[in-house]
């Protein structure tokens, strides 16, 4: 497990988030990633933004989308380098 995820998995069980919540921000999180084929540390909110385009665009995913926007907003402001305000 990585840094990162443990610190997720942390942030997410401190809040008392249900794990079928857990589970659904982890797959948000490597769905995202492996679109981009680097790790979520390394991608910035314009790779967000591009992921949210793409599964509009290409997926047609709305609820897609609702999953990054509700994983961007609690999670990835306490475990990665950059806000995504």
């Given at each position: 497990m990585t840094h990162l995820r443990k610190m997720m998995l942390e942030e997410l069980e401190r809040r008392n988030y249900a794990q079928t919540t857990i589970?659904?921000?982890?797959q948000?999180?490597?769905?995202?990633?492996?679109?981009?084929?680097?790790?979520?540390?390394?991608?910035t909110p314009e790779h967000i933004r591009e992921y949210?385009?793409?599964?509009?665009?290409?997926r047609k995913l709305v609820y897609?989308?609702?999953?990054?926007?509700?994983?961007?907003?609690p999670t990835i402001q306490t475990t990665c380098p950059f806000s995504v305000r």
């Open positions: 589970d659904c921000y982890i948000a999180v490597e769905d995202f990633a492996r679109h981009f084929r680097r790790p979520p540390d390394q991608l949210q385009a793409y599964l509009f665009r290409e897609g989308l609702e999953r990054i926007r509700k994983w961007g907003q």
